[in-house]
């Protein structure tokens, strides 16, 4: 049977919206996603391109950059490059380098995809902050960071990072000067546990993190990442409000299964493997 008037006439409505969605679609993804990040996301997260990834410092992310930044690890850190942790960082990154390749070209389909340049590195951060509210609403790949960087940091792996784990880290591993690096732990260290009211264990570390990728302004303690950014009100002590029914749990001083948790069960896991 023909279809009817009016049954043409809603095919032919239906066909025009889903133009409109497409092209919509198409203006969106045209825009460059950089411009949702403030100023200083743009600073901060051009800062964590060079120090932390462009290993080799030609101006791009590479397959080789991730090689070398796992050789500054074994050599921070002292792991043997068999051993558990040594090999589950390096597949972490092997994962990482493949998420980091399909989410910085997802916006541009004619880049050179054996490498990320600063603009698509910024598109791609710019595209996953918008409606962000935790690292909860990244993606896990993304989650996984900051749980890498806590397991690097804990030498003595007793679950939560000390204040000369980090001047360990901002002197030898970020290359803060030595004449600045006990001050600069000083405050950061304060700011990231709340005055000294909690231990720097690896859900708080997230939540700095997340502050890092999330703060528009100088606010919070996600400044003190990589000990590189200084604020007027840097003195100013800072506390960490949390609901009063369970403190702890806000925090993440109780949950059991944490990032840098499994990533320390799988470590031990593959030292068995050897």
């Known amino acids: 049977m023909a279809p009817s008037k009016a049954q043409k006439e809603y095919e032919a409505f239906r066909q025009q919206t889903l133009v409109a969605m497409k092209q919509e679609r198409a203006d969106s993804d045209a825009i460059p996603k950089k411009l949702y990040l403030s100023d200083l996301q743009i600073e ?77 590195w910024l598109d791609m951060w710019g595209g996953m902050v918008v409606g962000a509210m935790s690292m909860r609403n990244f993606p896990y790949w993304v989650q996984l960071l900051p749980a ?72 919070g303690p996600g400044q003190y990442i990589f000990g590189i950014f200084k604020t007027t009100n840097e003195d100013q002590p800072m506390r960490i409000i949390v609901p009063e029914d369970d403190p702890e749990e806000a925090v993440g001083l109780a949950r059991k299964k944490s990032r840098a948790h499994f990533l320390i069960q799988q470590a031990k896991r593959a030292d068995y493997d050897e």
């Open 148 to 219: 890498v960087m806590f397991l690097i940091i804990d030498r003595d792996e007793d679950g939560h990072i000390g204040k000369e784990e980090l001047k360990r880290y901002y002197k030898e591993f970020m290359g803060v000067e030595a004449d600045k690096v006990d001050k600069l732990t000083d405050v950061a260290y304060s700011r990231m546990t709340g005055n000294g009211d909690f231990h720097l264990n690896n859900d708080l570390y997230s939540m700095v993190f997340a502050n890092f990728l999330l703060g528009r302004t100088f606010a």
């Open 44 to 120: 901060k997260l051009s800062k964590y391109f060079d120090l932390w990834f462009d290993n080799d410092h030609d101006g791009v992310i590479t397959k080789k950059d991730f090689d070398i930044l796992n050789e500054r690890i074994l050599k921070y850190t002292g792991w043997k490059p068999q051993s558990g942790h040594a090999r589950v960082v390096a597949e972490m990154h092997n994962s990482f380098w493949s998420c980091l390749m399909d989410a910085a070209h997802r916006y541009d389909f004619f880049r050179e995809k054996s490498e990320v340049d600063l603009d698509a």
